[in-house]
């Protein structure tokens, strides 16, 4: 505790330029000065001890929320990233952003423990961004960006619109060299070469405007997405074999959603939101070498429709009260069909129609029972009921109670304590119950398992967060996790014949996390305007393999992650540069019969941006500076896997070729 208790010493003989209360910390645009934001996110990346949540990409609407809100409230939308959500909202926009922590009377926290609420202000301007850009990779392509953008007013109508088509990049998709190892046998050597990108369309738009005494949004978005990738290898055995692979992915999102609030009495609110998103997706993907020729196709649909209702009351400033439910229905139709050299291969859940009717009830309530601490609790219920047609006839109701409390303790002005006890229960993904492909992975096809239960979790968690000078921040966070029916991988036998791994319940476990989140300010060390922000991520598990009964980590579970960025604002040049970087990291996922590893090094972005005027930014970027590495490695074990038996062969990828190249960006905006 010595070094908090000094990083408490340093708070206090720095007067924050950010105004305080108990939980909530804002900063208005002053304290971005330096740094000449362009939008709220350049805003919210400089906040001390902030790092932005997308959300979970979860059914429904209460668990989907990530960690930022508008003048109060969540936006409305799914599809639309919470990230390009504010990206479209110019910094000019801004009257401050209000950091929350640990929770506040009348901000619905969402099970998050630090919030922002972003306040616009309540002007009419016209704001308007153009912005083109281009990644050339060193390979020879340009994959071009551009971005149009506007908000204003028409009176008492508020609008916004967004347009963007863009060339997207594979960055894992590379040249590399591998092997084909057989225990007792040869090694067999291959090369190959691939590259992947994509071209899409989006188009954004909402009108807000008074109605009945309230205030009603309406939004909605299409995107086009179109992706390719492409694979080369050339196997060194006797004769050498060439082999292509060949994955085309189609896909078409449509949203559209409407938000209603009014006030029914000067302490009572009333939110209503509807909310309708559809995505089609076809894939085809095609192998062929010497005598083989696989294709694999398939089409799956997906819309979900969503109503919620939310009543909130102020009793007092110390304590607020909210009640709610939803209702959200989910539909997914899937289609997969597997020939081998012609031939039709059944697959356990290849064609599935799958329906969830999901229904939750919640309550929950946030209060300062003293100036120091806050008390957030909610109490949530669900109740959904899937059946399935197809290959897999079935239907059963599920019950859940997720309570939450957490609490935050604040014994200075600028140290926080806060502990969290809640059920977590995850959802089901949608994918786990239909078949998939990879003819180009070691892995191949998996099988669909519609008869899966969530899994779900106690989990408790402490933190500590320190903030000292005027911008530096040190959180400690330590999460523990009770774990049952939990989702890992098992084998299934195919109607046909046959073995297929699937998802399956493996029952009970354990998970534990521990996380340090830094920003660290150099102005005090002699280099102002520069900052350091990271973090750093361990995590570790313990479940029961259910083909060797052995314990072992969860499947996919990185062990360590980390990230950190460095700039440094130089007002007086009006450039702004630093290099970020997202550390290395190995996940094995566990099948019935190989181990598949993965090991992702290291990725490095220098940047240097230049604002020859407020409204004019021009950024340079060096993606995949250090073209890092990755390796894919799959053990065989000839069948089931053995308690101690050693794999009978292996299959190993190293891609040491990664694409790399240039990123050029011009934003101009208006108003």
Known sequence: MLFVHILAQAAAAAAPEAA??????????????AQQPATVVDMLNRIPGFTLDNGASVRGFEGAAGNVLIDGQRPASKSDSLQDILIRIPASKIERIDIIRGGAPGIDMQGKTVMANVIQKKDNSIRGVIAIADNHIDDGRDLGQMRLEGSGALGDVKWEASARAARGLDDGAGAGRGAQITAGGPTVLNGYDAEGDGLFYSLVAAVEAPVLGGSLRLNGRVLTDDFKFEEKTRVVSTPVVDQQYLYLQEQDDTEFGARYTRKLAADWDLELVALRTGRDRLVTENFDAPSVANRLLVER??????????????????????????????????ETTLRSNGTLVRLPAGSVEVEEDRKELFAKAAWRPF??????????????????????????????????????????EMTQLRLRLEREVDQLNF???????????????????????????????????????TSGSVALS????????????????????GLFDRPENIGDGTKDVVAVDLTLPFDRLGAKGAL????????????????????????????????????????QYNITWGVEAFGAFKETTYRYNLVYTRKLNTYVKPFIEYKPQPDLNIRLELPNATRRNL?????????????????????????????????????????
Do not use: C
């Not at 109740?383 to 309570?403: C, W």
């Not at 774990?483 to 046909?496: I, K, N, T, Y």
């Open 371 to 412: 100036e120091t601490v806050t008390v957030d609790a909610g109490l949530r219920y669900e109740f959904p009921t899937i059946s399935s047609e197809g290959d897999v006839v079935l239907e059963k109701s599920l019950r859940y109670l997720k309570p939450r409390l957490a609490v935050s303790w604040a014994p200075l």
């Open 532 to 571: 350091l922000k990271g973090n750093l991520t361990k995590r570790w598990s313990e479940v029961t393999d259910p083909t060797t009964m052995e314990t072992r980590s969860q499947s996919a579970l990185r062990g360590l992650d980390w990230n950190a960025t460095f700039t440094w604002d130089m007002p």
């Open 631 to 671: 390796s894919d490695n799959y053990a065989f074990y000839g069948g089931r896997r053995v308690a101690g038996a050693d794999a009978t062969s292996a299959d190993i990828k190293r891609t040491n070729q990664t694409p790399g190249g240039t990123f050029l960006r011009i934003r101009k905006t208006f108003g």
């Open 20 to 33: 305080v209360q108990q939980g909530v910390t804002s900063y208005a645009p002053a304290f971005f000065a």
């Open 301 to 334: 649909d997906t819309v979900e429709t969503i109503g919620r209702a939310v009543v909130k009351y102020r009793f007092d400033p110390k304590l607020s009260f909210e009640v709610g439910g939803e209702r959200a229905v989910n539909t997914l139709e899937s």
């Open 478 to 497: 330590y999460r523990h996790s009770e774990l049952s029916d939990v989702v890992d991988r098992g084998p299934v036998d195919a109607p046909g014949g």
């Open 431 to 469: 994918n786990d119950f239909v078949a998939a492909g990879g003819l180009n992975q070691a892995g191949g096809v998996t099988a669909g398992n519609p008869d899966l239960n969530p899994g779900q979790a106690w989990v408790g968690e402490v933190a500590l967060e320190q903030r000292f000078w």
